[in-house]
């Protein structure tokens, strides 16, 4: 499978804390995105990342890139209980635009 | 702001009906795309169409077809549903090149 892969499949945390998220992946790519989704919604992107960059930040969040590893990280600082959704990494396969391959996502849990 | 709409949020139907769901986007998207989300799947790519009258398979398109005759709606049918298709169905759109994918807010089928 090429689908990015995230890790830990849940997560639970009290507001203020942060929170780390993981991606792994299994081929060459353009870019890597980070999208988020709140119960029972579609996607909303958060994130991207070239392959040419090693982090990015926007806002509370801050992504990093290790092409070398073919894995990612995102880090929300100072959750909030609104941070409460699942997150998925989604890498663009290099030669193949426009398409996405989707993981199975991080439910996170961020307790008031 | 872009919006993606889909015709229904939640749909029940009878094993064996034609099923059709319809996705609209009214940002001038040339890249549309059928995703379905399943518990520990994740989202798979069902079809996708890169301009109108357009398509190209995704990674699962067996027991679906797909048809785009303007550049703003996309649809998905399913000629014969089976329960194995109770499922979440997610549009999204793009433009070609710009890395993010705009979603619906979704369908959840039930195939009784």
């Known amino acids: 499978s090429q689908q990015g892969e995230e890790d830990p499949q849940a997560l639970s945390i009290q507001e203020g804390e942060n929170a780390t998220m993981n991606c792994s992946y299994k081929t060459s790519i353009n870019n890597l995105q980070w999208y988020r989704q709140n119960s029972g919604r579609g996607l909303v992107h958060l994130i991207l990342i070239r392959s040419n960059e090693r982090e990015k930040h926007s806002g509370r969040l801050r992504v990093t890139l290790d092409t070398s590893k073919k894995s990612s990280s995102l880090l929300i600082t100072a959750s909030r209980a609104a941070d409460t959704a699942s997150y998925f990494c989604a890498p663009e396969v290099r030669y193949n635009t426009d398409k996405l391959i989707f993981g199975t996502g991080t439910r996170l849990q961020v307790f008031p | 702001d872009v919006k993606v709409t889909q015709s229904s949020r939640y749909l029940v139907k009878r094993t064996g009906e034609k099923v059709f769901l319809e996705c609209v986007q009214d940002?001038?998207?040339?890249?549309m795309f059928w995703y379905r989300q399943d518990p520990g799947l994740g989202l798979r790519l069902i079809y996708f169409?890169?301009?109108?009258?357009?398509?190209e398979k995704g990674d699962i398109p067996e027991g679906y077809s797909v048809s785009r005759e303007k550049k703003e709606r996309f649809s998905l049918i399913l000629e014969s549903a089976s329960t194995n298709q109770t499922s979440m169905y997610l549009c999204?759109?793009?433009?070609?090149?710009?890395?993010?994918?705009?979603f619906g807010p979704g369908t959840r089928l039930t195939v009784l």
């Open positions: 999204a759109s793009t433009r070609p090149s710009t890395d993010t994918q705009y």
């Open positions: 169409s890169y301009d109108v009258k357009m398509k």
């Open positions: 940002m001038d998207h040339e890249n």
